[in-house]
C-alpha cells in the first residue's frame, strides 16, 4: 500500500506533456471544455477537501475550469450511480476515498470496481480517534471502559452507511469488544459538526476530516488509527498500542466512468501526479494529514480490488448492515 513511483524530473515533464496533449479524438486534445469532478460525500469532509485542493491546481495549470460537484447520500452510492451513468468522455471523473455502502446495500447496482475505470492513486491518510470534550476520556483505554460501562449509550457519527468513519468503528467495535451505536450522516462534515456540537460523542474519522475541529479545540483527539504516531497530530498514540492488530487508513483515488479512452486516463493520470509534484500543492495535504502516494494505474487499480475485497470481509465479520 506505501509503494511510490518515483521518476526523474525530466522524465516525469515528458509522460506528463506526451499524455496531455495525445488527442482523444482525431483533431482533439483534452480538456477543450471545463471538467467536473463528482464527490459523492457532502461538503467538509476529507475527500471534498482533498478534491479542491487538487481542483485548484488543474485549473490553473491546464487551462480549463475543473468543477467540483458534491453529490451525497446513501454512503457515496448517489455520486458513484451519478457518475457511472456519465459518457465516458474525459468530462467527469468522480473523487473518492474508503467508503463501501455498495457492498452493504445489495441493491445499489454500482461497484467500484466494475462500474469504473481506475485512473490515479492521489494517497492515504490516517484515521484518527476524537471525542467531543465533555466525553470524559482521555485514553483509547478510557473510551474502551466507558463503552463496556454503558453499552450501547455511546453515539458514534460517520459520514454515512459503509463510509470511512463507520467501517473503522466497526472494525475498532469487533476488535475491542465494545458496543457503541452509529449515527450516520450524508458525509464527514455534517457528521463531525455534530460529534463538536456534543449530540454524538465521538468518531473515528480521517485526519483530514477532523483536523479543523481539533485544531480549534472543538474536539480531543485521543489516538490515530495508523501503524505508527501521525505528525499532522503530534504527540498521539497509535489506537493499536491500547487494541493490538488494529489499523486503519483511508484512500483517495480519482476514477472514470467505464470505458475511458487510454488517452484520456493517461491525460488525467498525468495531471494528477503533476499535481503531486508540485510543493504547494503537496504541501496543502500534508497539513491536512494527506500523505502523497502516486502509482501507476496498473498498480491503482490493483490496490482497488483489494480493498474492496479487505473490506468485504470486514463487513462479512463484523455483520454490518444498513441502517
Known sequence: MKAVVKRSAGVTALVVMTALFTPIEAGAAWPERPVRIVVPWSPGGSTDIVTRILAADFT???GQQFVVENRAGAGAIVGMQFTSQQPPDGYTFLLNSTGYGYLINK???VDLVK???SVAMIGL??????VNPHLP???VKDLIALAKKRPGELLYSSSGVGGFPHMNTELFKLMAGVNMTHIPFKGGGPAIADTAAGNTQLQIGSIPTVIGHVRANRLKAI???????NPALPGLPTISESVPGYESQIWFGLFGPKGL???VVSAMHGAVNTSLESADVVKRLNDQGVDVNRMSTPAFAKLMASEQEKWAKVIKAANITGE
Open 60 to 62: 490553473k495549470r491546464l
Open 261 to 263: 479512452p487510454q488517452a
Open 115 to 117: 462500474s469504473f475505470d
Open 223 to 229: 489516538a490515530v488509527g495508523g501503524p505508527k504516531p
Open 137 to 139: 476520556v482521555n485514553t
Open 107 to 109: 441493491g445499489s447496482n
Open 125 to 130: 491518510s490516517d484515521s484518527a480517534l476524537v
